[in-house]
């Protein structure tokens, strides 16, 4: 956990004639704001970046941060708000023809809506998005979708399918070298295996999921 006092010197760049770099800024630290679990100041830098994108009328760093607060919501179960920040950011993404930005706001919003237990719903999202990620050549997030869109095969009692995207998943992180993914997937694997209570093969995969944890 980063203490504070290495990353909030930064947010006295957040003036409004260096937007551009504000809202950058403020999207970057987004993965140590959530490893290091400062949820509210998350909140606080991504609010005042958007306050100043907005007074500069920069349209896309208004809905990159917007997709980016979707994510800080999500972890904190609150799903009006997800759906309030999403929904927004698509309708700016949409104005772009930001297709990598479209497909982000559905896997943001097929994650929610798997949590909200509209699965249905979910796997429209996260399909869409799975395709957008195709279109624009972000490999990783395909991976994550397919293994959003395994665990709800899975659920459905379609293991066979979940296996196929899993498998899918797998060999996307592997071509890449994405150890942290790889491990995800490898986690989905073996879940699905022990619903099928396939014991034997899910303790194999976990095995192989500690090891791929110790290559991180």
Request: hydrophobic share 35%.
């Amino acid at each position: 956990r980063p203490p504070r006092s290495t990353l909030f010197p930064y947010t006295t760049l957040f003036r409004p004639e260096r937007y551009e770099l504000c809202w950058d800024l403020a999207v970057s630290m987004t993965t140590l704001f959530e490893g290091g679990g400062y949820a509210e100041e998350w909140r606080r830098t991504h609010e005042r970046a958007l306050e100043l994108v907005r007074e500069t009328g920069n349209r896309r760093g208004e809905a990159v941060l917007l997709c980016s607060l979707g994510s800080l919501y999500i972890s904190r179960r609150q799903p009006a708000t997800v759906h309030a920040v999403l929904g927004q950011a698509h309708r700016i993404f949409e104005e772009l023809g930001d297709l990598h930005g479209q497909a982000m706001t559905r896997r943001n919003l097929g994650v929610i809506m798997t949590m909200e237990g509209e699965k249905d719903t979910a796997a429209e999202h996260l399909l869409a998005a799975l395709n957008g990620f195709r279109e624009v050549g972000d490999v990783l997030n395909q991976a994550y979708m397919l293994s959003k869109q395994a665990r709800l095969s899975s659920d459905a009692g379609e293991f066979q399918r979940a296996t196929d995207q899993l498998t899918e998943a797998l060999e996307i992180c592997r071509d890449v070298g994405c150890r942290r993914v790889e491990a995800q997937v490898l986690w989905g694997l073996g879940e699905n295996l022990m619903r099928q209570r396939r014991f034997d093969e899910a303790d194999s995969v976990q095995i192989g999921r500690a090891s791929c944890g110790e290559r991180v």
